[in-house]
């Protein structure tokens, strides 16, 4: 009875160390972008439009020679529709770039970008919703892609 009961612990603790190693309880949650819920796109498409869309542009279209540097060595906004890199990027990386700056998210600081970060505009929802519309737009096959990428982390 006493060997059962040694054996069945240690079990358990194999089972503990396994979850806790495997990501069942350490670490943050992913990013869940939700395209296909229509009244988080619908809120993202406002969070967008009076957010984003003056330099993302109102069709997600991205400014002119967004590839180029402007003469002050920054990069123009780049589309998010699927002829830029947005959907290239996972969930997780799309939220930590808009809400706290390029510059924190490469770990330099005093990289200068005309990209705000809007973590003390925009609540963690609205910043959900927002991507979550910018996804909403993509080609099915795009958003295809990107979530296979995203499941494959």
């Known amino acids: 009875m006493r060997l059962a009961a040694v054996i069945a612990l240690g079990l358990v603790l194999i089972g503990a160390v396994f979850y ?4 069942g309880a350490s670490g943050p949650e992913r990013i869940s972008l939700r395209a296909g819920d229509r009244e988080i796109a ?4 406002k969070v967008y439009a009076a957010n984003c869309a003056s330099c993302h542009g109102a069709d997600l ?8 540097r402007d003469p ?5 906004a780049p589309p998010h529709d699927e002829t830029g890199h ?4 996972d969930g997780d990386t ?3 770039l808009t809400k706290n700056g390029i510059g924190q998210m490469i ?8 990209m705000p970060a809007f973590g003390d505009v925009l609540t963690d929802k609205e910043i959900i919703a927002a991507l979550s519309f910018i996804k909403s737009r ?3 096959n795009i958003r295809t892609r990107h979530d296979d990428m995203e499941n494959q982390q």
């Open 20 to 23: 806790v190693f495997k990501g």
């Open 72 to 76: 002050d060595g920054r990069l123009p």
């Open 107 to 114: 770990g330099d600081p005093d990289y200068v970008s005309d």
């Open 42 to 45: 619908a809120m993202g498409a």
């Open 138 to 140: 993509w080609p099915q």
């Open 61 to 68: 279209e991205g400014q002119p020679d967004w590839r180029s």
């Open 94 to 96: 799309l939220f930590q």
């Open 86 to 89: 947005t959907w290239h990027h």
